[in-house]
């Protein structure tokens, strides 16, 4: 540009004005609210989609530990003999095939026995079945059927005292269900060489078997030919046998004979029922177990959940505590440093050298059975779990403790509380909240561990543990694999969403390490 041609005397005056001659500037008020620490993490966390779902599948899984012990009908301690090993059953999902039934290759006489199952009181524990197999040299015939695992339990043998089975012939009487059936006349061969003989009812072909639905007849047609085989007497009462009338029967009598429905013992009768019946009748409620029974027949839907429990209680506990424990050691470290930092970063050492698993099992051995196993768990946990959190905050004090504002601060006469607290400890406060929070899954996965491996033993009476359910789960793999698929599959879950969680927690906390290792 040049100057020379740049006249600005030639500029008239009234051609400027001032700007705002009517106005005061002054400083505007900001109209959105301010944004804190947190909720600026907040805010970002919430744009990672992954983490937020993780939040959320983690904090369900937490609610069906604090919430299914109350509601449902089972506790740890609810077991039942005949009821094992069934699996899962929904009324609301059995259009998925969560029905209880599974499908099985039988044996003629396999198909035959489990037909019998529920012949009495027209239902049956087969639910399907398909083309018979006959197979090629030895004309044997196999049946594929769908087998429901709560009806195949069919008929057992009770033990009652005789209020007791006063009380269940009340029952029968004022309700009109039918609980107690006609015992056979093999009675006794059958209770002492057959383990399911309540169920052996009907007459065999060869009576000098004592193997459950063989030497049957069949019709034409090769379908089983079932004949009651009960015990009969002339009168209602005859010796040790007694006969029981219930409402809508003739009183159980056959022509002129009398069914037999009990059988007097030294503590009272033993009866003849049918056991799905007489389960409501003991408990209640009619059985229905979301994730089937284990070994034990205790409900796997309910026991997961107290298991779950104990692990998250536990890992909490232990986060609390090496939170306080690491925060605390890892300020003076770092905030002090010199010889102070040296001889407790001398003593961490020494400490975290030391195996956890050695130390879980040495406080097994020689302190559970004074304090009890969850607080000997307790103690190796804290043991060494806080020293990675002290190195975070030794870390953060060593980074921060320079700073300017800090400098400021202690030239104004800060105590060094005040500086550690007030200053340098809030602004590591992102690093600390995420290796806390990391702290909780690997709690829950090292006791799971422990008690897999038998280690640690949380089972008793009315307690459970994770990994208790994964170590008697293990035999039954390969027959029954939903007793150890769910606890597997919830642990899984639960660590992957951690993980997940922690990754975004990361990010919000301290947005410059995103995608980075800490």
Request: aromatic letters at 14%.
């Amino acid at each position: 540009m040049d100057t020379k041609k740049l006249n600005l005397t030639n500029i008239p005056k009234e051609k400027f004005a001032l700007a705002g001659e009517d106005r005061r500037i002054t400083d505007t008020k900001f109209e959105t609210k301010p944004v804190g620490y947190f909720k600026d993490a907040f805010n970002r966390f919430k744009k990672n989609k992954s983490s937020l779902v993780a939040a959320i599948i983690i904090l369900l899984l937490f609610l069906y530990a604090l919430i299914v012990p109350f509601f449902s009908n089972y506790n740890v301690n609810f077991r039942d003999g005949y009821y094992k090993m069934l699996l899962p059953k929904s009324k609301i999902f059995s259009f998925l095939g969560w029905d209880g039934c599974s499908w099985y290759t039988v044996s003629q006489a396999g198909y035959d026995s489990y037909s019998a199952i529920g012949y009495e009181y027209g239902s049956s524990a087969v639910r399907k079945v398909e083309e018979p197999i006959v197979e090629e040299g030895t004309g044997k015939t196999y049946y594929k059927i769908y087998l429901d695992s709560y009806e195949k339990v069919g008929f057992a043998y009770v033990d009652l005292t005789e209020d007791e089975f006063e009380a269940l012939k009340d029952y029968q009487n004022r309700t009109g269900i039918q609980v107690c059936y006609p015992i056979p006349e093999n009675y006794k061969m059958s209770y002492q060489s057959v383990a399911n003989s309540a169920n052996l009812w009907y007459k065999l072909a060869d009576t000098s078997s004592t193997t459950t639905g063989a030497a049957l007849n069949h019709d034409a047609d090769g379908n089983p030919i079932f004949e009651n085989n009960y015990i009969v007497k002339e009168s209602q009462t005859y010796g040790r046998y007694d006969s029981l009338r219930i409402a809508g029967d003739d009183g159980g009598k056959n022509g002129k004979s009398w069914y037999v429905y009990s059988i007097k013992n030294q503590t009272g009768y033993r009866v003849r029922v049918l056991y799905s019946a007489y389960y409501k009748y003991k408990n209640g409620f009619e059985a229905n177990h979301l994730f089937g029974t284990n070994q034990h027949g205790q409900d796997i839907f309910v026991c997961l959940a107290v298991g779950a429990r104990l692990s998250f209680l536990l890992a909490i506990a232990v986060s609390i505590l090496n939170f306080f424990i690491g925060v605390s050691y890892g300020s003076v470290e770092g905030y002090y440093g010199g010889a102070i930092d040296l001889i407790l970063e001398r003593i961490s050492d020494i400490l975290s050298s030391v195996p956890f698993i050695v130390v879980a099992t040495l406080f097994q051995l020689h302190l559970a059975n004074k304090v009890g196993a969850v607080p000997s768990l307790l103690f190796a946990f804290v043991l060494t779990g806080w020293i990675g959190i002290a190195h975070r905050v030794r870390t953060q004090f060593y980074r921060f403790k320079n700073s300017e504002y800090v400098l400021a601060a202690r030239t104004l006469g800060a105590r060094d509380s005040r500086l550690i607290f007030r200053h340098v400890l809030p602004n590591s406060l992102g690093t600390i909240i995420t290796g806390t929070v990391l702290i909780i899954p690997g709690v829950i996965f090292s006791e799971s561990m422990l008690t897999y491996l038998g280690i640690v033993n949380l089972e008793t009476s009315g307690l459970t543990s994770i990994g208790t359910m994964l170590s008697n789960g293990q035999a039954y793999l390969s027959t029954y694999p939903h007793i150890i698929a769910f606890p597997a599959v919830f642990i899984s879950l639960l660590e992957i969403s951690f993980n997940l969680f922690g990754n975004g927690l990361r990010d919000a906390f301290n947005p410059s390490l995103r995608g980075a290792e800490e």
